[in-house]
């Protein structure tokens, strides 16, 4: 293994339903799908016994109903919700599908430990690019 791997939706799978990024580029760290859902198509209802997801709305209209509220998230959307709170998401758009990309994880942050390989090209361009 060469410790990295590229990729597209297209590459890992067509249709609707799951398609699985862990499997196709070899990611061990954390749980990661981009779900695809036709118009008008409603999740379903669950939660997990360990794994906090980060869903991030891609392409479409998502609604998300997580414990007791519901709302609507275009593209760009993200939501967060811890292990065990019920959550549900579907396909807001009675036209268009709906991409949703989940990343799922145990265990909590590993702290900042990033480095840059070339402190001294790049460390001055990463402090005034922000956060």
């Known amino acids: 293994m060469s410790g990295y791997a ?3 939706l297209d590459d890992i799978g067509e249709g609707y339903g799951f398609r699985k990024i862990r499997r196709a580029l070899g990611v061990s760290a ?15 209802l669950h939660f997990h016994e360990q ?9 479409g209209r998502a609604r998300f109903e997580v414990a007791d509220e ?3 998230l275009g593209e760009g959307g993200l939501v967060h919700v811890e292990s065990t709170v019920p959550r549900r998401f579907s396909n807001a ?3 268009d599908d709906l991409v949703v990309l989940v990343v799922g994880g145990k265990d909590g942050y590993v702290e ?5 390989v070339d402190p ?3 460390l001055e361009r ?5 956060g």
């Not at 794994?51 to 392409?59: A, I, P, S």
């Not at 900042?112 to 840059?116: A, E, F, M, S, V």
């Open 6 to 8: 590229f990729g597209s």
């Open 30 to 44: 954390f749980g990661a799908n981009v779900i695809v859902m036709p118009p008008g198509f409603e999740g379903f």
């Open 51 to 59: 794994q906090d997801e980060l869903y991030f709305v891609h392409r």
């Open 70 to 72: 519901t709302r609507e």
């Open 93 to 95: 758009s009675e036209s």
């Open 112 to 116: 900042r430990d990033g480095q840059l």
């Open 120 to 122: 001294e090209r790049d």
């Open 126 to 130: 990463r402090r005034s690019f922000g």
